[in-house]
């Protein structure tokens, strides 16, 4: 279990925009926050958007085994224990990799949002990317291509991609993902998460009754 005392952190910020019942403000790590206050209950959403997506990978579907690696496993939490930990507390949180943007959506509640910041702190920051799995994600995502190509439809919809966007970030075909996919390190997809979560890069939008929390 996390304590109280373990997930408090603090950032100063700058409110730049007060628009109805949004507040934005600019972090001193230059990271975007969009506040929108809802008090009706005690559900918060928290979406972050790392701009950017696969136009920061060198090989592509980097960013797909990125995506798939955050929940298996920190240096403080094995796969289970952060499943257990995510699941005791009421916390969802889901990754995924888009062309444009990597984004990050989380629902909690207001009681747990200190601990819900501290386990994504934690996902973020000090995930291992096991070797093990590293090749267990890559295994999946091949064998998810190659049931993905038993039907026809999907493959005229791969070589439409293809043709339409070439060498392009866009061009997120299914042959092209399986050719890169083995050749993935773990330095790659270290190296895609330092770019990716630059915080230059990283707008956050909070939807809650947590305004007095986030400005204490």
């Known amino acids: 279990q996390i304590s109280n005392q373990e997930v408090k952190t603090s950032h100063s910020s700058k409110l730049v925009d007060n628009n ?8 001193d790590t230059n990271a975007t926050l969009l506040i929108q206050d809802n008090s009706y209950n005690d559900i918060v959403a928290i979406s972050i958007l790392a701009k950017g997506g696969n136009f920061y990978e060198q090989k592509r579907g980097t960013s797909k085994l990125f995506a798939d690696l955050l929940l298996k496993g920190t240096k403080r939490y094995s796969t289970i224990e952060l499943a257990k930990e995510l699941e005791e507390n009421g916390i969802e949180m889901s990754f995924a990799a888009h062309p444009d943007t990597f984004n990050i ?17 934690e996902i973020l920051n000090n995930s291992t990317f096991d070797d093990s799995e590293i090749e ?7 064998n998810n291509i190659k049931q993905s190509k038993d039907k026809a439809l999907n493959v005229a919809l791969d070589e439409y991609r293809a043709n339409i966007y070439g ?7 299914l042959s092209s993902i399986e ?7 773990k330095k790659d997809i270290i190296d895609y998460q330092s770019k990716i979560l630059n915080p230059n890069n ?15």
């Open 136 to 142: 267990k994600s890559k295994t999946l995502i091949l």
């Open 179 to 185: 050719k890169c996919i083995p050749s993935i390190t």
């Open 20 to 27: 109805s019942n949004t507040k934005k403000y600019i972090l």
């Open 202 to 216: 990283i707008v956050i939008s909070v939807n809650g009754n947590v305004d007095k929390e986030l400005n204490t």
């Open 105 to 121: 959506n989380i629902l909690t509640t207001k009681k747990q949002l200190s601990t819900t910041l501290a386990l994504l702190d």
């Open 167 to 173: 060498t392009s970030v866009y061009n997120s075909s």
